[in-house]
């Protein structure tokens, strides 16, 4: 097949998944590319709109962790007391191809309108449990340094928040955006500000990524990174490895690695928990504990997550046989 009519079959393959899900790449994005196809690259691969998206298995679903019956009011989800999601904008710079809000996201979508935010804020002053507040979407960052001034200043106000978690895949995505406006206006709050940047590997830690994260952490802000486990992409040992230890030099902590949602038109992302575990445990021999993240399982269904770490240690007679990072058993009593 010649490549012009590669390029007109990858077209009408695009075509026909925007038909259903938001398609979205920019410049940086396909600058961190080493080869446009998915089947070569795992920048590519996430991006790149694949003809499996159009088929989608029983158990996939088009709100995989619940949200839905654990939203109060529009813009929030509380699944766990102490915390919840403030979805402040339904758009993202980029669209991950295996997005678990996927059928939720995407061009013609919006922030918040003015009376859907203020029932939003209002849920939070009126629950004295909530202590951190998790802005998502979307992308948070999607916001005018203006507008995320005002959302920090409005929960900075609220005596019983004292945490701000904002999770973007927008210094990966687009660190052009990650402006010094934008800095000033999160860190302008008292309460602390934890940013988790969305990272999948290595190849996407560019250098004006780099620049990113460097300022971000000259604005005081701490930085955590949340990946998924995703086949193609770094579904092995030495993927894993180049990503967090990538990130831990930049000076961001991996804090999760998620197993894959089961979100319309993934499957072909799909890893077993089994080699997830598997890949786990030969990280912990290989890389300092500064690089390994929580392998968290999102329960179908809205049940919340639970870590999917290894077990190295098992009750045997009065005391237990414990697994050190060689595979080697200890007995401990």
């Known amino acids: 097949m010649t490549s ?3 390029k007109q079959c990858d077209e009408m393959i695009e075509d026909r998944v925007a038909q259903h899900y938001a398609v979205g790449m920019n410049d940086h994005v396909r600058g961190a590319m080493r080869f446009h196809s998915p089947d070569d690259d795992p920048v590519a691969r996430q991006y790149v709109p694949d003809e499996a998206e159009l088929s989608s298995l029983e158990d996939e679903l088009v709100d995989p962790i619940g949200d839905h019956d654990y939203s109060p009011v529009k813009g929030i989800v509380h699944r766990y007391p102490d915390r919840v999601l403030y979805k402040v904008t339904s758009v993202c710079p980029v669209y991950c191809r295996y997005c678990f809000r996927k059928t939720m996201v995407g061009p013609g979508q919006d922030v918040l309108r003015k009376a859907e935010r203020s029932a939003a804020l209002d849920y939070i002053r009126k629950d004295a449990n909530i202590w951190e507040v998790i802005m998502t979407g979307g992308d948070p960052l999607m916001l005018s340094p203006k507008r995320l001034q005002q959302e920090i200043a409005d929960l900075n106000a609220i005596d ?3 945490v701000v978690r904002i999770h973007t895949r927008m210094v990966a995505a687009d660190p052009e955006r990650i402006t010094d406006e934008m800095l000033q206006a999160l860190s302008s709050g008292d309460k602390m500000v934890y940013l988790v940047m969305h990272v999948n590997h290595a190849q996407e830690i560019t250098p004006r990524v780099q620049d990113a994260i460097s300022r971000i952490r000259r604005q005081g802000i701490v930085a955590l ?3 998924v486990l995703l086949r193609g992409v770094n579904d092995d040992e030495d993927a894993l490895e180049s990503l967090f230890r990538g990130l831990v030099q930049c000076g961001v ?3 999760m690695l998620h197993h894959l949602d089961r979100a319309p038109g993934t499957q072909h992302f799909r890893v077993s928990i089994a080699r997830g575990q598997e890949l786990m445990r030969a990280l912990r021999g ?3 504990g500064l690089c390994l993240p929580e392998y968290m399982l999102d329960i179908p269904g809205g049940f919340g ?3 999917l770490t290894p077990q190295y240690c098992h009750e045997h007679g009065a005391g237990y ?9 200890h007995y401990y009593e």
């Open 4 to 6: 012009q009519k590669i």
């Open 160 to 162: 019983h928040v004292n």
């Open 225 to 227: 990174s949340q990946s």
């Open 253 to 255: 902590k991996p804090y």
């Open 286 to 288: 290989r890389v300092s």
């Open 305 to 307: 997550k639970v870590p």
């Open 321 to 329: 046989d414990v697994t050190d990072y060689k595979g080697e058993m």
